[in-house]
């Protein structure tokens, strides 16, 4: 059944993949971004408001002058180092804004939430691969303000039936398949994107961040999720909601590791590219390894990731960073 989704931070990256899902799937979308980081061209569907999510006048008259069934929450801060130095930042847009966010769709009795959060809620694992039930212990603002916002969420479905979906995910990465958008952040700190434009020749090389953790080649091991496997499982988690079924907090990740100098070697296959690499010093706050637990999201949510090989997740990004050029 068609429905009406309100998808916040719809200018984005991952939000935009997801506007685009939903409308090919027949769903009405309305997005809202005041663009901070996020392009008008990357909204392919639905109506664009610009604005903020912390502006409570702007929300009521969007959530009073027609019915969603559900709203998706993309809209953050997202930088980890910026986080640290500006934590006030973080916690105003993305805790602040937030609630202020889910007090209008109580007000306005819009009972189904997803939200983007991130295993930066976990910090320094303690074990590996992370599952749902581990220790949450953010280490820096960033982490904090997703975990806050989890927490807040279960407090509003106990004491008001607000229901939601918390999706942590991993390293997302890749880019639409049929090439219509992709990763576009300004300044662009994730890794991927980074080694591609350094292939493309848009910067001169890519740097390492660390050459002696305790992995097998010294560098640091993430999980990369392709954003099309994200979008899809944003979906399961709407009908789940939309079925009356119970919410909760789900892991999505492919559950394989792959370390820096894995990532930079699968570039150089993919685009046949040199790519320029220089080794330097840790970056602050990098876990050695992150790698999900995705069982439950898989179980619960019928979750089955489309493109989870490296060399697949890398060419769509290519092909999106190579027709920039
Ligand atoms: N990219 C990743 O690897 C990753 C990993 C884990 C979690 N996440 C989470 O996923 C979400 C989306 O990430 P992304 O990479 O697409 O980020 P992004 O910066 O590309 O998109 C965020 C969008 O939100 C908008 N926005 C920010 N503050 C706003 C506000 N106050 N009002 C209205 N719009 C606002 C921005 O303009 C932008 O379009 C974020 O919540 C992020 O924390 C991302
Ligand atoms: O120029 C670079 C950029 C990154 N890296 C390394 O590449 C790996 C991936 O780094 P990214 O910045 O691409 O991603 P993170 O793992 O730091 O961050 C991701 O996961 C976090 C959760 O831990 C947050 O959710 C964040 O938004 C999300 O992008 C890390 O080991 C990092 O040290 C480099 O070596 N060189």
Redesign the pocket.
């Known amino acids: 059944m068609a429905r009406h989704v309100l998808v916040?931070?719809?200018?984005?990256?991952?939000?935009?993949h997801m506007v685009a899902l939903l409308a090919e799937r027949g769903h009405a979308v309305t997005v809202?971004?005041?663009?901070?980081?996020?392009?008008r061209d990357?909204v392919l569907a639905g109506e664009l408001v610009v604005?903020?999510?912390?502006?409570r006048a702007l929300l009521d008259a969007l959530l009073g002058g027609r019915r969603f069934d559900a709203v998706m929450?993309?809209?953050?801060?997202?930088q980890v180092a910026e986080s640290v130095a500006q934590p006030a930042r973080y916690y105003r847009?993305?805790v602040a804004?937030t609630l202020t966010l889910l007090e209008a769709m109580l007000a306005h009795g819009v009972g189904a939430f997803v939200f983007?959060?991130?295993?930066?809620v976990y910090g320094e694992p303690q074990r590996v691969p992370i599952d749902e039930d581990h220790p949450k212990a953010p280490v820096n603002p960033?982490g904090r303000s997703?975990w806050m916002v989890e927490q807040m969420l279960a407090d509003l479905e106990a004491a008001h039936g607000l229901r939601s979906v918390s999706l942590?995910?991993?390293?997302?990465?890749g880019a639409d398949p049929a090439g219509r958008l992709g990763?576009?952040?300004d300044p662009e700190t994730?890794l991927i994107p980074l080694v591609l434009q350094a292939a493309a020749g848009r910067r001169e090389a890519v740097t390492v961040f660390g050459t002696d953790y305790d992995t097998h080649d010294g560098t640091c091991i993430r999980d990369y999720v392709h954003v099309a496997d994200l979008c899809e499982a944003h979906l399961l988690a709407l009908e789940r909601l939309w079925a009356g079924a119970p919410g909760g907090a789900f892991n999505l990740g492919n559950g394989n590791g792959f370390s820096v100098r894995e990532v930079i070697e699968t570039a150089r296959r993919v685009t046949g590219r040199a790519i320029r690499v220089r080794e330097g010093p840790r970056r602050a706050g990098d876990p050695a390894r992150l790698v999900a637990d995705s069982r439950r999201a898989r179980e619960v949510l019928g979750w089955r990731p489309r493109h989870d090989a490296l060399e697949t997740i890398v060419a769509h990004a290519w092909a999106w960073e190579s027709a920039r050029a």
Do not use: C, M, P, Q
Request: hydrophobic letters at 35%.
């Open positions: 916040v931070g719809g200018a984005g990256y991952i939000g935009s809202l971004d005041d663009l901070s980081s996020g392009h990357a604005g903020d999510l912390g502006d929450h993309f809209a953050a801060r997202i847009n993305n804004a983007s959060s991130t295993a930066a960033y997703k942590r995910y991993f390293n997302a990465a990763e576009r952040h994730h």
